[in-house]
């Protein structure tokens, strides 16, 4: 059945309607690029047994053509359920004006990730043709947080979606900042993610880096990060050795000490003659009991 909807006069803008939801398509604009499943399922629930109680925001482009300003979460559950029709708040405003409606009412909610709130007030920027500055200002922020928000977009999107993925912290992505090397970067990030560093133990790691070598550089911190690697081969050499012995039946014994300055690793290997002597006094001893 064919769904006709008369086109809404100017009066009535800003007021609720109900649309048919194949006429609404995304804000290009959107900051948020990730919606949970779970999330959308539980608002999709909700909806179906209460109603959607928030209409969503739209401008007209069109006599069946409506671009979302916000909702896209409530549109999509409401999308889930099979539903023809959809509450909608029509706001007659430009392409840059809606543009700018999404992103603040994004930012200014807190379930965007850092890196989708960093997209939301770049694309602000644009749009605004402002700086930093003055944005800090119309988002009731200081010039230092907008900033920090900013130098995240340093990282590559590979590196982004790896920090999300693993569920690494803001402060995890900006102590990466610190290493200018790309390839560099990346391996730090491998390690973090690999050994599960907190942000305290991140944040240590990345200060060690870059007082061993200077200033965290290319082949400096190339070098470091390869004798870190071969320390630990080393160290694995050495276990497994005196593993080997004690399988022989050979009584040997590892001490490790380790300070901020070297690790101290101390293996006893009992000599022959003294191996020998405890060797026949158990066999003595076994004569003896039987």
Not at 1 to 30: H, Y
Not at 240 to 253: F, Y
Request: aromatic share 6%; proline share 2%.
């Amino acid at each position: 059945m064919s769904v006709i909807l008369k086109e809404p006069k100017a009066k009535n803008c800003g007021k609720i309607m109900s649309l048919p939801v194949d006429w609404i398509f995304p804000n290009p604009a959107q900051p948020r690029r990730l919606f949970g499943q779970e999330e959308l399922a539980e608002l999709a629930r909700s909806i179906e047994e209460n109603g959607l109680l928030q209409p969503i925001l739209v401008r007209k482009v069109s006599e069946k053509r409506f671009q979302l300003i916000s909702g896209e979460r409530r549109l999509m559950a409401v999308r889930s359920l099979d539903r023809k029709m959809i509450a909608a708040i029509i706001y007659d405003v430009e392409s840059g004006e809606s543009a700018t409606m999404a992103l603040v009412e994004n930012i200014h909610r807190k379930n965007l990730s850092f890196f989708e709130e960093a997209r939301a007030i770049s694309n602000l920027i644009n749009i605004w043709g402002i700086t930093q500055e003055e944005a800090a200002k119309k988002l009731g922020r200081s010039q230092s947080a907008v900033a920090n928000k900013l130098r995240l977009l340093r990282l590559s999107d590979e590196m982004r979606v790896k920090i999300e993925k693993n569920e690494l912290t803001e402060r995890h992505a900006r102590a990466l900042l610190a290493i200018e090397d790309y390839t560099l970067r990346r391996e730090v990030l491998e390690r973090i993610i690999n050994q599960r560093l907190n942000v305290a133990q991140t944040e240590q790691y990345i200060k060690k880096l870059i007082e061993a070598t200077g200033n965290g550089k290319n082949s400096s911190v190339a070098s470091y990060l390869c004798v870190v690697k071969d320390v630990r081969l080393f160290v694995n050499t050495i276990n497994k050795a005196v593993d080997t012995m004690l399988c022989s039946g050979i009584n040997a014994e590892s001490i490790t000490n380790e300070n901020e300055e070297f690790i101290e690793y101390i293996v006893k290997i009992p000599k022959t003659q003294v191996y020998k002597k405890k060797e026949e006094g158990k066999k003595k001893e076994t004569i003896k009991a039987g």
